[in-house]
């Protein structure tokens, strides 16, 4: 048996080997709030979309507001933002097709929505403007993947009768794809593959999510060591998974054939509503030609 004196100097070198970690993890934090002073938490500059124009949305995770026009700034911008009645970034556009008039779809995240830029220098916006009798409706929602990007698609975006389908393809879709919860603060759609068939899990929802998940999301605001050491995780896998297929593990193979799947059904609507389909890679993408033989018959095509 352990005497009062062995269990007392056990207690304080405990004691102290916690004081020196804490204080080792304090001066880390410390070093990293001055070397990414714009990662500290400061709600008066860093703004989030889920507090201006952003809500839940059973179907689809979150959805905009409807109706809505913000200013919207962050440490780096300071824009306007307007969400029109339909629930999406500009001007709306008619369901009744215009005689002699293309019209393009585009489907996208935070690049398709024109994250950090005004309205009027969303991609959306330069493409109409730049594009000779051509109607334009920007369905972009920040932060969607590719597996909410198709059930838009699909229950909404059709509505419009488009001659071509764009879709803006980033590197953290194939992450996200897997995912049943984006940002830690909302639920996600998620499709499972089941044989051949590719299957939603839940048709509808549920308000929450789990209390680790918020609490990570908490820690990453609060905390800037915890962030930038979380990103460089994140950001790692991203860049694993975002190699061919052939140059990596199983895990990869796993995300690129979900993502592959997605694409192949959203090129396959389209394709059944003679509509083009055009995937746009953004940045980070460093290997986007792994989509190029999505389908037959030239209904898919790709753009740097």
Known sequence: ????????????????????????????????????????????????????????????????????????????????????????????????????????????DSYGFGHGVEDRETAASLLARDVPATEVVNLSVTGYSTDQQLLLLRDRGLAWNPDLVILFLCANDLMDNGRDVAWGLYPKPRFVLRGDSLVLEKETLSEGVPWRVALQRELRRRFVLYD????????????????????????????HEMTRRLLEEMAATCLRHNAGFLIAPVPPFPAPEVYTDLVSGGSAGLVD
Do not use: C, K
Request: charged fraction near 25%; avoid cysteine.
């Open 1 to 108: 048996m352990l005497s009062r004196r062995t269990v007392r100097n056990v207690a304080l070198q405990t004691l102290l080997a916690a004081g020196a970690l804490l204080l080792a993890i304090l001066a880390a934090e410390t070093v990293a709030r001055r070397r990414y002073p714009d990662l500290r938490y400061d709600a008066s500059r860093q703004q989030r979309p889920d507090e201006l124009f952003m809500r839940f949305d059973a179907r689809y995770g979150w959805s905009n507001l409807p109706d809505r026009r913000v200013r919207f700034h962050r440490v780096d911008f300071d824009t306007q933002v307007t969400i029109n009645q339909e629930g999406f970034r500009g001007a709306s556009v008619p369901r009744e097709r215009t005689p002699g008039v293309s019209r393009i779809l585009v489907l996208g």
């Open 228 to 255: 930038v050491i979380a990103y460089r995780l994140a950001r790692g896998r991203s860049q694993g998974e975002g190699d061919p297929p052939a140059a990596g593990g199983q895990g990869m193979l796993n995300a």
